[in-house]
């Protein structure tokens, strides 16, 4: 828990908190999901905390699980990279925009249902409909993180759309942009060829609709928060882990800090002066940092082995 970036951190325990809390109060018979839960606009139970409130809240094991997996997946690449605040409000604000989609969707689908059980409907009559189905459009409530990790998925999705990744049960890899590409596809599928699933697939579209302007309002206008590096570095670790068990080349002793090569092939037994030690460890980071940027560019597919080696022997420092 330590190495998850402290907003994904935090996230990921009042979710799991809410969640156990839930069950634990059904016992006692107090429905938590109701009070949290985003409840349909004209029902008498809607309250407007509710669109930061429901993305707090689950329905179930399974539920909880993929959305956490997926929080703690890609949220710390994203917070990484955007940092706390930024990141943050990203996820508060796909949640809210998650929110007012399945606002709308359910709104369409009340004067759908009404249209079509009164003869003569007219927007006139709404309130005395309302009020006569209060208890059934109660049951209108949408619980779920659901919209605001849909977000998180094309905020990976734009940030490194050349990343390759494993998505079961496909059995090769596949780059970050189809993947998120595919996936709203289905959902804008599901969205209209389904009904009565229990799915909020409006929602997650309203999540990312949400993310994908604010992702293009920030590429014009971009800030000294943004940083790259930081969530790259989490698929550097990744990598050097993969590296680190193909690899089976011997490395000789650390000599970072006390002796370094001479011209005669010998090792000086003296520390480095301060001086040295930081001229070495500049030229270190500067070719890093090239080898970095040049997987930014180009995928880690382009890297020379010599360059693989290097990352390699780095993260084993």
Not at 39 to 57: C, E, N, S
Not at 91 to 117: D, P, R, S, T, W
Not at 136 to 155: E, P
């Amino acid at each position: 828990m330590n190495n998850i970036p402290t907003v994904t951190r935090n996230l990921l325990i009042i979710n799991v908190v809410v969640f156990l809390a839930t069950y634990a109060l059904q016992m006692i018979g107090a429905d938590l999901n109701s009070i949290l839960g985003l409840h349909f606009i004209m029902a008498p139970d809607f309250h407007a905390y509710q669109l930061i409130t429901y993305m707090f809240a689950h329905g179930g094991w399974s539920h909880i699980f993929f959305n956490m997996f997926a929080l703690w997946m890609f949220g710390c690449i994203v917070e990484r990279t955007w940092g706390a605040r930024k990141f943050l409000f990203y996820y508060i604000a796909c949640g809210i925009g998650a929110g007012l989609f399945q606002e709308l969707a359910q709104m369409v689908q009340f004067y759908l249902l009404a249209a079509e059980q009164i003869p003569g409907f007219s927007l006139s009559q709404t309130m005395l409909v309302v009020k006569a189905n209060a208890m059934f459009l109660n049951a209108w409530t949408t619980v779920g993180a659901s919209g605001a990790i849909y977000g998180i998925l094309l905020a990976f999705g734009m940030l490194y759309p050349e990343e390759r990744l494993f998505i079961f049960p496909l059995p090769v890899p596949i780059k970050a942009k189809w993947f998120v590409i595919i996936y709203a596809g289905i959902e804008l599928f599901m969205a209209f060829s389904t009904t009565g699933d229990g799915v909020a697939h409006l929602a997650h579209l309203g999540g990312m609709v949400v993310g994908f302007f604010l992702i293009r309002y920030w590429r014009r206008h971009p800030d000294i928060n943004y940083n790259r590096r930081g969530g790259q570095q989490f698929f550097d670790s990744l990598r050097s882990g993969w590296e680190r068990r193909t690899h089976r080349s011997a490395k000789g002793p650390d000599t970072s800090r006390w002796g370094y090569s001479q011209p005669n092939g010998r090792t000086t037994q003296r520390p480095e002066t301060d001086t040295e030690y930081n001229e070495r460890k500049r030229r270190e980071q500067e070719r890093t940092d090239a080898i970095l940027d040049k997987i930014r560019r180009s995928g880690y597919d382009s890297l020379t082995n010599e360059e693989k080696q290097w990352l390699f022997d780095k993260s084993r420092k």
